[in-house]
């Protein structure tokens, strides 16, 4: 793997002058602060996941992508500014998120990059509604979906954050079916999801894609890994790659240089 540099990296985006922020609602910078992301303070909250799993996304200019369960927008966010060429479509069920995530397109300078489409992902499958996005439209998608099946976890008291944590037993293999279907012929679907799912990934990604890398993220020397990135290529037929990964902390227990280089620098952490 190796970092790559973003596109334009001195280009300006316009920053729109800010609203005042709710008290319900936090905000949150990213990208060193290149970002500034309006969060619900109680609720589902993106981190250094969707940071991390945007910078593997191998987007090119130009090129559209597709992201199942966009919420506040972190990672379509996170992507875009380190390319702003490209178009995303991110498809969210909860309103307050996705409106959350249409605001923070606008506070970035990024609303014309950004689309939001208020819609449970399984919609994407359906064939009767008109607005829907059309099959293999897309270059790429991804997601970082729902980590903890429902019924083997304590859900939490906050409704928003209970939603986002906990899915049903089929519905991890439904959200890679609808990225399948999003994107074309050789286009890439990227998951972030805990290590011990990674069963489930492969059981549900093998059939639809070749060409799947797999990279660790750790959270500092000699622990396992505490998430797995995970992409394949629609319509290969190459074998599987178990990559080196990457360390989060050193033993300092500051973020290591190749952590920072994701999450303050905007690089790209290329798994192929």
Known sequence: MQFAAQTNPGAAVPQPAPAAVPATLTEDSFLGGRLSILQPEKGYRAGIDAVFLASSIPAQPGETVFEAGVGAGVASLCLIARNPAIQVLGMEITSRYAMLCEENAKRNGFAAQLRVMHHDVKDALRRDLVNMPEHGSFNHAFANPPYYEEGKVTPSPVLLKAQAHAFGPDDLDLWIKVMHAMVGLRGTVTLIHRPDSLGKLLAS???????????????????AASRIIIQGVKGSKAPLQLLPGLMLHGDDAQFTADANAVLRDGMAWRLR
């Open 205 to 223: 990604m093998e059939d639809r894609f070749g060409d799947i890398r797999i990279a660790p993220l750790y959270a500092r020397s000699g622990t």
